[in-house]
T-cell receptor, first 117, second 112 residues
Framework: ETGVTQTPRHLVMGMTNKKSLKCEQHLGHNAMYWYKQSAKKPLELMFVYSLEERVENNSVPSRFSPECPNSSHLFLHLHTLQPEDSALYLC????????????????FGNGTRLTVT | AQSVTQLDSQVPVFEEAPVELRCNYSSSVSVYLFWYVQYPNQGLQLLLK??????LVKGINGFEAEFNKSQTSFHLRKPSVHISDTAEYFCAVSDNTDKLIFGTGTRLQVFP
């Protein structure tokens, strides 16, 4: 039990489909994140939310649309994706935005393995 | 800009042997350093972190890392590995901007 739950674990979708990834954290944290993990590349930070407000969007294509309805839930809505978007998408949370704080390390979910065909 | 280099993409080692996973960073300011581990089909877990104080940091599962400011390194070590240590290990660095920059990862494969 990691405290951060992601669903689904695996997702295969066509380029014209619309799907959503869900993340839920049970840790009482105030900040939530979406990361993209591709083979042989560093983790890419996609979006950051703090107290349900988006505070960072790292030049992510508009075919990825995040939503944070409350501090416990985070969604990533997907539409018209490309094959190069296939990756492991990781959700994480931290007590607050200070990732370097001793008391605020990142807690990751197990990820959603996305395959775009 | 901050960057993290993990020189070895894969490290094969036999069980009970010692291991060192290398990490170098580039930064001209004070940094905070982390090692995360990712077991198969799981997310990342914090292994250990250096924020200040003693340069030798002990983490979970018998791992430790040493911060070397002059060499801008933060290598991860374990004196005797187990099969269960097989995983991907990520070094990460953060400065006072609070952005966490990850390396490309090192896959540790422990053989019996």
């Amino acid at each position: 039990e990691t405290g951060v739950t992601q669903t689904p674990r695996h997702l295969v979708m066509g380029m014209t489909n619309k799907k959503s990834l869900k993340c839920e954290q049970h840790l009482g944290h105030n900040a939530m994140y979406w990361y993209k993990q591709s083979a042989k590349k560093p983790l890419e930070l996609m979006f950051v939310y703090s107290l349900e407000e988006r505070v960072e969007n790292n030049s992510v294509p508009s075919r990825f649309s995040p939503e944070c309805p409350n501090s416990s839930h985070l969604f990533l809505h997907l539409h018209t994706l490309q094959p190069e978007d296939s990756a492991l998408y990781l959700c994480a949370s931290s007590q607050d935005l200070e990732q370097s704080s001793y008391n605020s390390p990142l807690h990751f979910g197990n990820g959603t393995r996305l395959t775009v065909t | 800009a901050q960057s993290v280099t993990q020189l070895d993409s894969q490290v094969p080692v036999f069980e009970e042997a010692p291991v060192e996973l290398r990490c170098n960073y580039s930064s001209s300011v004070s940094v905070y350093l982390f090692w995360y581990v990712q077991y198969p089909n799981q997310g990342l877990q914090l292994l250990l972190k250096y924020l200040s104080g003693s340069t030798l940091v002990k983490g979970i599962n018998g791992f430790e890392a040493e911060f070397n400011k002059s060499q801008t390194s933060f290598h991860l070590r374990k004196p005797s590995v187990h099969i269960s240590d097989t995983a991907e290990y990520f070094c990460a660095v953060s400065d006072n901007t609070d952005k966490l920059i990850f390396g490309t990862g090192t896959r540790l494969q422990v053989f019996p």
